[in-house]
Each structure stands twice: as structure tokens, then as C-alpha cells.
């Protein structure tokens, strides 16, 4: 890439990242109910009551996200805080994500023949 596009990047990019990192930070302690619900449903599995909303009643799907319950039980069966896994998975995820959309923005050189 030339120095203009780099510039232009960095122009673009840096503020945003910061304004990115400051939303993070101001709505950390932001929780959404619904989160609550799967982590209830995640406990129950996890104790070995299946998946459902209270122990002892036939299994019920009344969360909305199955991945997430099964992501987060192995961890609420080793003692873990639902909520702080949640948020380092999703950070993961994002990090991932954005380490993906990088490799794709970066040329790749070809070898000659």
C-alpha cells in the first residue's frame, strides 16, 4: 500500500478504535435480561437437570440463543461467573473477527513463477 492509503487509514481507523474503546468502557456494566434467562438454562444443564426453566419440569426452549447454552455450561460446571465468561467469549469473538477482516484488507503477495 502506498503512504496516502496508510494515511488515510490511520486518519479513518484511529478514531474510530478510540471511540470503539470508549463505548466499551462506558457501557461495561451495561446487562441485557435476556442473558439472565440462557444463564439459567446453562446452570440447569450443567447441574444435570437438562435444559429447562426449573429443575424436576420436562425440558422447555425458552432461550434464545442454544449455542450459548451449551458454550457456557461446561464453564457454570466448573464454578465459572456466567456473566464474566459471556463477556470474555464475546471479546474473543470480536478480536477474531476483526483479526479475519485484517488478513482479508492486507494484499497478499504471490511467489513468481
Not at 463505548?23 to 451495561?30: E, M, R
Not at 439459567?40 to 437438562?50: P, Q, S, T
Request: hydrophobic share 45%; with cysteine; glycine share 6%.
Amino acid at each position: 500500500m502506498n503512504r496516502r492509503v496508510v494515511l488515510t487509514l490511520m486518519i479513518i481507523g484511529i478514531p474510530l478504535l478510540l471511540g470503539f474503546a470508549a463505548d466499551i468502557v462506558q457501557k461495561w456494566d451495561h446487562i441485557f435480561d435476556d442473558a439472565f434467562i440462557t444463564y439459567r438454562y446453562a446452570k440447569n444443564l450443567a447441574d444435570g437437570h437438562g435444559i429447562t426453566w426449573n429443575p424436576g419440569m420436562a425440558p422447555t426452549e425458552g432461550y434464545t440463543n442454544f449455542l450459548l447454552v451449551i458454550l457456557l455450561t461446561p464453564f457454570i460446571y466448573l464454578g465459572y461467573d456466567p456473566l464474566v465468561v459471556t463477556r470474555l467469549l464475546s471479546y474473543l469473538w470480536l478480536r477474531s473477527c476483526s483479526q479475519r477482516q485484517r488478513a482479508d484488507m492486507v494484499p497478499q503477495r504471490r511467489l513468481r513463477p
